[in-house]
């Protein structure tokens, strides 16, 4: 079936570092891709957004890129803190009626003093 | 800022018995979902909820589980007769329409002894 899946599990970085997490998709027909962060004990928190028909898309301190020819995402984070570190997930919205968001795997980010 | 509420936030229960979840969305959203999360594993999709109907369900939502919507605010997924497998943690999310992220309640963390 369909998946969205991500590259790394771990990512650790230092303190002011960037840092870029990545995920693949499989599924062609999704037009709306999400990060979201977890924390531990907490549930999905919405980081940014984008749709397919972008290839880049700006916040404050991120930066989410589309790659659509290679089904590539990833989440930039800019001067990384200790905040950050949680668990990204990027998630797919299909377009059928029920426009539910299918999850990739997740990477733990751990930012090093 | 509007939030998912769920409640309770932790469930014990017997292998067996019958619970309840419970989920206040989003007042002006029109979707509703549950999802599961298996401690260390992604997100899973169970249901999708829109228009007072299941919109789809996932291969984990076996006729041991069920949804409603008894009052235009509450959402609640029953489990009949919980096994040790459904130990996990619950989501409940919501989202309006269109191009905008869903947002997750804190979930329930619901463990089957």
């Known amino acids: 079936g369909e998946s969205v899946g991500l590259h790394l599990p771990t990512l650790s970085v230092q303190e002011g570092d960037n840092s870029i997490i990545n995920c693949a998709y499989s599924?062609?027909?999704?037009?709306?891709f999400i990060w979201y962060k977890q924390e531990s004990g907490k549930g999905p928190q919405f980081i940014i957004d984008?749709?397919?028909?972008?290839d880049k898309r700006q916040g404050q301190r991120v930066t989410v890129l589309l790659n659509k020819t290679v089904k590539h995402l990833s989440l930039q984070i800019a001067a990384t803190q200790p905040g950050d570190s949680a668990v990204y997930f990027c998630a797919e919205r299909g377009t059928g009626s029920a426009r539910q968001l299918t999850f990739g795997s997740g990477t733990q980010l751990t930012v090093l003093p | 800022e509007p939030e998912v509420t769920q409640t309770p936030s932790h469930q014990v229960t017997q292998m067996g018995q019958e619970v309840i979840l419970r989920c206040v969305p989003i007042?002006?959203?029109?979707?509703f979902y549950w999802y599961r999360q298996i401690l260390g594993q992604k997100v899973e999709f169970l249901v999708s909820f829109y228009n007072n109907e299941i919109s789809e369900k996932s291969e984990i939502f076996d006729d041991q589980f069920s949804v409603e919507r008894p009052d235009g605010s509450n959402f609640t997924l029953k489990i009949r007769s919980t096994k040790l497998e459904d130990s996990a943690m619950y989501f409940c999310a919501s989202f309006s329409q269109g191009y905008t992220e869903a947002f997750f309640g804190q979930g329930t963390r619901l463990t089957v002894v």
């Open positions: 984008i749709r397919s028909n972008m």
């Open positions: 007042s002006n959203h029109l979707y």
């Open positions: 599924n062609s027909a999704s037009d709306y």
